[in-house]
């Protein structure tokens, strides 16, 4: 906190293949799905991480790298603090990762306003979970590919995880928000990276504002990077939120 922004940033060279596209693209598909899983079996909930993190016969995590042509579907996931000691990371390991991950979003709903009708006790029961170790996200072109994803997942993960609940959403006819605007576009774009939408005359932004491992947007600043490298570098945080747009009452406001 107090550095100063930086109007660019060093030129980097991101390897995207080993970045988890959703962290620098959207996907613009109709239907997308998020499951939790609860770790069963630790061997074999490792076995599946390995089976989607390479080329397989189970769908694998979708990467940044540019599409030479569209998928069926894509895969993304999240794993929480609880989950990596669930899976066996160490406890060094661990201990060097931010506070505000290991705590986790039900410790510090307060802290970022989530009380009330927003409170821990009023979200869907598997956010809430203790045990939720992974957070699977599937998008798809149609209902058909997104249910066939799923199957297959869900066979390859059997041996070692539990579903605890899911999720799924659609886009809206016409590609609008629920108060009308226009939505699928994105912003800022991204220093370093191909650009994945619609072009804007905003500033890039540093590669080191998303993954860890690089210049950050502020000047002689980058975010402590957890280890080992494999766990930190070409990584990021990110927060599932379920929100209801009361899209009357903000036009009452």
């Known amino acids: 906190m107090g550095e100063s ?6 030129a980097v060279t991101v390897d995207l293949g080993d970045v988890q596209g959703l962290i620098l ?27 989607v993190t390479d080329e397989s016969a189970v769908p694998s995590v979708a990467s940044a790298q540019p599409w030479t042509v569209k998928p069926e579907s894509c895969i993304n996931l999240g794993i929480t603090f609880a989950g990596l000691a669930a899976l066996g990371v160490s406890a060094q390991s661990r201990a060097s990762f931010p506070p505000e991950y290991a705590e986790g979003a039900v410790a510090r709903a307060a802290q ?15 956010l809430a979970d203790p045990e939720l170790h992974l957070v699977l996200v599937v998008f798809a072109q149609s209902w058909a590919a997104l249910e066939s994803a799923t199957g297959r997942l869900q066979r390859a993960w059997a ?11 659609e886009r ?4 609008v928000a629920h108060f009308g605007y226009r939505d699928g576009l994105s912003q800022p774009t991204v220093e370093g990276v191909p650009l994945s939408g619609l072009p ?13 491992g690089y210049p950050s947007q502020f000047d002689r600043h980058s975010y402590p990077v957890p280890t080992p490298k494999a766990l930190g570098v070409n990584g990021s945080f990110a927060a599932l939120r379920v929100l209801e747009q009361d899209v009357a009452g903000f036009a009452e406001f």
């Open 5 to 10: 922004p930086v109007g660019g940033s060093p």
């Open 200 to 212: 804007d005359h905003l500033p890039r932004a540093p590669v080191g504002e998303f993954l860890l």
């Open 172 to 175: 809206l006819p016409g590609d």
């Open 25 to 51: 693209r959207g996907y613009t598909m109709p239907v997308a799905r998020c499951i939790g899983l609860a770790v069963r079996e630790a061997a074999g909930a490792r076995a599946f991480l390995a089976a």
């Open 112 to 126: 970022v306003g989530d009380v009330c009708a927003s409170g821990p006790e009023r979200w869907l029961g598997w």
């Open 159 to 169: 041996a070692g995880w539990r579903e605890l609940g899911r999720r799924d959403g």
